[in-house]
């Protein structure tokens, strides 16, 4: 027999917030029907972990509390059909500095198959945005894959704009080890000191208004100039990030960092080369981190701008594989 709640809950029809204790496990499923062929190995770890979590109960209250996964799904809707969770989004706070004022990414915009073209994505994000005005938030970001163009079009409706479209690149690590190029430039670390040349460079090549340096990195010179703190919280987590630079007339010409974190199968490197030399130092940079990066269990992942030709072709010569491609887009509030 049906109890009560589980009776309201068949007749319901429509939005409501997401209740953790009886939706993670449905939500997951969700997630999994319409995001599984194209994740990796870190969205298919995580799905297991939600419908783990899903199995837990009442102690689901207490664990959102500090686990920033279940607080940003707790905080999102489900759209319910026949008593089933058939429409998802998810709203995360995104951990901006705070004078970049507060943005809250949108995530796993998921419906179910048989109930697509209804208006429920659109019903759904409209509830988000809504509760983000709320909350006082001031702007809202996305990233979706530029090949669904009827997702494009609905965040384009609501008035999000395509900040810039990024590649994603990996490199397993089974692939040979290259040799050393003739007449490499010669490639060195990256003094403390020169943060401040390094981040001119990178607001060059990766403004502000267009996104920074990727997603959830917005350009800032904490990412340039590593605080006492955030050592500390490096050193807590197992993180470790190496900045390589290649000098020409006393310039920084070029920078590639590797940035790598305990237990992770990944290592994600940021490039970055002064456009009078594009075309010319991807690659020795690149080379330089599959020979050192590459020996042992971690591949090399990177994410970059796809309107960078040059950048384009020395990840393709340097045997990186083109996973997506993503609009990373905004909305001002």
Known sequence: MLTAAAARERRFSGIRRV???????????????CFGPRMDAGGRATIREMRALGRLGPL?????????????????FVWVAEGQIVGNVTLFPA?????????????NVAVHPD?????????????????????????AILQVEAENTGACQLYERLGFRVQRTW??????????IPPRPLNAPRITLRPPNAWREEYALAARLFPAERGGLGWMRPLHPREFRRSLGRHVLDFLSGT???????REDRQIAASLWAKSRFGSATT??????????????????????????????????????????????????????????????????
């Open 240 to 246: 470790g990030i190496e900045r390589w630079i290649i």
């Open 268 to 333: 994600q490197l940021t490039l970055l080369v002064h456009p009078a030399r594009q075309g010319t130092l991807e690659a020795p940079l690149l080379n330089y981190a599959i020979r050192r990066l590459a020996v042992g269990y971690r591949a090399l992942y990177c994410e970059h701008p796809a309107d960078d030709a040059a950048a384009t072709a020395a990840f393709e010569r340097c045997d990186f594989t083109r996973r997506r491609t993503l609009h990373h887009m905004r909305l001002d509030l």
């Open 60 to 76: 689901l209250g207490l664990m959102a509390m500090t686990d920033d996964m279940l607080r940003g799904i707790g905080q999102g």
């Open 167 to 176: 590649h994603e690149w990996r490199r397993g690590t089974h692939g040979p």
């Open 115 to 139: 109930y697509r073209r209804r208006g429920i994505a659109r019903r759904l994000m409209a509830a988000s945005l809504e509760a983000i005005r709320a909350g006082g938030g001031t702007a």
């Open 95 to 107: 951990d901006f500095p705070p004078e970049l004022g507060r943005t809250t990414i949108i995530a």
């Open 19 to 33: 209740d953790l204790r009886h939706d993670l496990g449905a939500i997951a499923d969700l997630i999994a029907l």
